[in-house]
């Protein structure tokens, strides 16, 4: 008979993954933006994965495959890389993708969904990207605000349940509560403080830490992206302590995320299933 996922399941989840992390060190491919590249690779590295921030086309083929993860991320999106995000995708490996500011042009949504059909493990994004990606939305949209959400998690929650029944994707909605949904479960994580969102490429940072536990346990997509979200938030409490802005809590938190122990991770992350 399964174990009851209950709260203190869900604590015990997140540090059995993070210690997955550190144990295995799982190489990550990133293919990402080039705002995040940096704070990316260090919240890989502080948790204790393998970052690789390569997007070659002619490298793919030699390297992807040898990856446990990939993270895809459009966030400063090209025609000369779209073809390399197509190609890490197909390689067989499990993928995150992170769909920023879908909305933004045609272009960008058609790439999306395209990466979208190529069935990544998760995806990641802010309520107002997942109810685009999720409408198949345009650029006509009044709406839309880049980067940022116009909108709460919560409103998200059905479109994330829709989006993955149809993509197969492990869906995961960003705010201040983030929501993690396989289509059928909807799993909580609330750990965060606000200031996060005045750190540039934080949503980028976590998004790569999610492929880093989805590399370290495929099995289980669901608890990779809500144990990556809550150890992520966690980190940015502690580091909130000692901050006295964004850019003091950009180095707090990636010291955090490396400094976390078993004590602290099952006693203060906050996942729950949600009725």
Known sequence: MEEERTEAWWAR????????????????????????????????????????????????????????????????????????????????????????????????????????ALRPAVVRGNASEILALAARSDSSSSSFKGVDSSHDSGEALQAAKALARSSGAVIAVSGAVDFITDGEQVISASNGVAMMQKITATGCAVTALIAAFVGADPSDALAAAASALAIFGLAGEIGMECAKGPASLRMHLIDALYGLDEQTVTSAVKIALVP
């Open 13 to 116: 989840r997140a540090w059995a993954l993070l210690s997955a992390v550190r144990e295995r060190a799982p190489l990550v491919q990133c293919i990402t933006n080039l705002v995040s590249m940096d704070i990316a690779a260090n919240a890989l590295t502080a948790a204790g994965a393998s970052p690789a921030m390569l997007h070659c086309l002619r490298e793919i083929p030699d390297f992807t495959p040898r990856c446990d993860a990939v993270c895809i991320n459009v966030g400063t999106l090209s025609e000369e890389w779209l073809p390399s995000m197509r190609a890490a995708a197909s390689a067989g490996r499990p993928w995150v993708l992170d769909p920023v500011a879908v909305a933004a042009s045609g272009f960008r949504m058609e790439a999306c969904l395209e990466l979208l």
